[in-house]
């Protein structure tokens, strides 16, 4: 944690579906770091959304992944506004406390339906 504590973003380059979810992901956004993930049709990116919480590339394009650090280095602010963003994002949908109201929620509809 204190790797994440000191940077400026966070970076997850896996380009594989078999990363389905990305939990450095919610670290990253749990610490307040903009992100940059690939597109791989996984939650990668119902974790980081593009343009809110971060920049999400295409995989196999080191060219993008380049411009993208490029532009958290050249616009601190607008990292930072990410950063914030994908702090608050992690409060409301990523603590334990969250999500387990979410699964208890899902449980009480699924037992309803079967009533």
């Not at 990253?28 to 690939?38: L, N, R, W």
Request: proline letters at 4%; glycine letters at 8%; hydrophobic letters at 35%.
């Amino acid at each position: 944690m204190a790797l994440l504590h000191n940077c400026l973003g966070f970076i997850f380059p896996s380009n594989q579906r078999s990363e389905a979810y990305g939990l450095s992901l919610a670290e990253a956004a749990m610490c307040g770091k903009p992100m940059i993930s690939c597109e791989v049709g996984t939650g990668t990116s119902y974790v980081n959304k593009a343009g809110e919480t971060g920049l999400v590339v295409p995989p196999f394009r080191s060219r993008t992944t380049d411009e993208a650090m490029e532009r958290f280095v050249d616009s601190p602010a607008e990292a930072a506004k990410w950063g914030r963003a994908a702090r608050d994002r992690y409060i409301s949908l990523f603590t334990a406390d969250r999500m387990g109201r979410a699964y208890a929620d899902l449980y009480h509809q699924l037992d309803s339906r079967r009533r």
